[in-house]
């Protein structure tokens, strides 16, 4: 089983959607959960940490439930800048500077 | 200020040669991390540095890759004897450290022909 386990996608979704992304992570031991974005051909970027609170960042809402070690992302009225693959990530162990582990991404198109 | 660079941004190498791979990461910062990435995947980690000292290997798939950041700022990733399988993006990642967030370089896309 993977670490860090999300549904690929694609999603394929009109302006002004909603919608959301779900991931599963099975090591116990991280602390640090992230929402990463990688555009086609380009490094991965933070989109936004990931509390246990949960935490809004403008259109974009993320949630942690550590009891079921489960990461969520919504994203309120999508435009077509939104359009990219969205990496959920989880910290190797710990807290502070340790490896990050990836899932495999899941891909969004926001089409006109 | 300036990201993390990484040079050359492609290379094509025939099996069997030896590739080396450069990371210049952000003046200052303390960690560098390096990640694979193959087609359709997301990054998976091979080795990370705190300044001079490789504190984890573990992800390393095989005696043949070798990282080194012998003054704490440039790092080489080389990977010796390459294989059809060693094709992927590497991307090098650093930060302060303290659990700060990792901003990562534009990658090198290595192809094994």
Redesign the interface.
């Known amino acids: 089983r993977k670490e860090v386990e999300q549904d690929p996608g694609p999603f394929n979704v009109p302006e002004g959607a909603t919608v959301a992304f779900n991931c599963t992570y099975s090591n116990s031991a991280s602390q640090s959960f992230f929402w990463y974005r990688q555009d086609c051909r380009k490094e991965p970027k933070l989109l936004m940490s990931v509390y246990s609170s949960g935490n809004e960042d403008g259109r974009f809402t993320a949630q942690l439930n550590r009891a079921s070690q489960y990461i969520s992302l919504l994203i309120r009225d999508s435009k077509l800048s939104d359009s990219a693959t969205y990496l959920c990530v989880v910290n190797k162990r710990g807290s502070g500077n340790t490896p990050l582990v990836f899932g495999k991404g899941t891909r969004l198109s926001v089409i006109a | 200020g300036a990201g993390v660079s990484q040079s050359p941004r492609y290379k094509v190498a025939k099996r069997g040669q030896d590739v080396a791979l450069r990371c210049d990461p952000i003046s200052g910062h303390?960690?560098l991390?390096w990640?694979q990435q193959a087609l359709?995947?997301?990054?998976?980690?091979l080795t990370?540095f705190?300044n001079e000292a490789q504190l984890?290997k573990s992800?390393l798939p095989s005696d043949r890759f070798f990282a080194e950041r012998p003054e704490g700022s440039v790092s080489t990733l080389k990977i010796q004897r390459t294989q059809q399988e060693d094709s992927a993006v590497y991307?090098c990642?650093s930060?302060l450290?303290?659990?700060?967030?990792?901003y990562?370089?534009?990658?090198t896309r290595l192809l094994v022909l």
Do not use: C, H, I
């Open positions: 303390v960690s991390f990640y359709g995947q997301g990054p998976e980690f990370y705190q984890d992800g991307l990642a930060t450290g303290g659990g700060s967030e990792q990562f370089g534009p990658g």
